[in-house]
């Protein structure tokens, strides 16, 4: 028995040496998995933010077109409302689903920045079925739109923890024609 009192100190060694390594190997796993997972979430998350947004500028885009055939915006490829009933249409429909998935995976912050975004772009609708239109309530709600824009792109990058990014208005220098609106 002497022999085993003697090899005793070794034996709880071994196992509290084994038992430490599996306890750090089983935190680390876990650590990692917790890791892989939210990097699986904020990229799952950057794609539904950036779903919502292109489909919340297809909108955008039709709107400036629409309202450069009825006089009140200078987008150089007017587009009757006639030719764009369909294309509005699909770009509501598509504008649908992705804000189920914000709702879904969004922030609360990006959810509510999303939705001002939408009534402004709701809003540009709106003004292009009323008879009366004129330049400065559409410049209002040009000016509205992109300033919704501008802070649910902030309280995406703020949501991903990215550095801040740009505005979005372009300003071409002057006497240049104006090719279009990035915005």
Same mark, same amino acid.
């Given at each position: ?7 005793? +100190? ?11 390594? *599996? ?11 917790? !890791?892989?997972?939210?990097? !699986?979430?904020? &990229?799952?998350?950057?794609?539904? *933010?950036?779903?919502?947004? =292109? ?5 955008? /885009?039709? =709107? *400036?077109?629409?309202?450069? #055939?009825?006089?009140? $915006?200078? #987008?150089?490829?007017?587009?009757? +409302? ?8 699909? @770009? /509501?429909?598509?504008? $649908? ?9 969004? =922030? ?22 009323? +008879?009366?239109?004129?330049?400065? =309530? ?8 992109? /300033?919704?824009?501008? @802070? *649910? ?7 991903? @923890?990215? +550095? %801040?990014? #740009?505005?979005?208005?372009? /300003?071409?220098? %002057?006497? !240049?024609?104006?090719?279009? !609106? %990035? &915005?």
């Amino acid at each position: 028995m002497s022999a085993f009192i003697q090899q005793l +100190p070794a034996l709880l060694g071994v196992i509290i040496g084994a038992l430490g390594s *599996y306890l750090a190997i089983a935190k680390g796993d876990q650590a990692r998995f917790r !890791r892989e997972q939210r990097a !699986r979430w904020e &990229e799952r998350r950057l794609a539904v *933010y950036a779903d919502y947004a =292109t489909a919340l500028k297809r909108t955008v /885009t039709l =709107t *400036y077109r629409i309202a450069s #055939h009825l006089g009140v $915006d200078p #987008h150089p490829h007017p587009l009757s +409302p006639e030719s764009a009933a369909a294309e509005l249409a699909e @770009a /509501t429909d598509a504008r $649908d689903p992705a804000g189920e998935a914000l709702l879904m995976l969004g =922030t609360p912050e990006v959810v509510e920045k999303g939705r001002t975004w939408v009534v402004a772009v709701i809003e540009m609708e709106r003004f292009l079925r009323e +008879p009366v239109r004129s330049p400065e =309530t559409w410049s209002a709600l040009l000016t509205r739109q992109r /300033t919704a824009r501008e @802070a *649910y792109y902030a309280a995406v990058r703020r949501d991903l @923890a990215l +550095p %801040p990014g #740009h505005s979005g208005h372009w /300003t071409l220098q %002057p006497g !240049r024609p104006r090719p279009g !609106r %990035p &915005e």
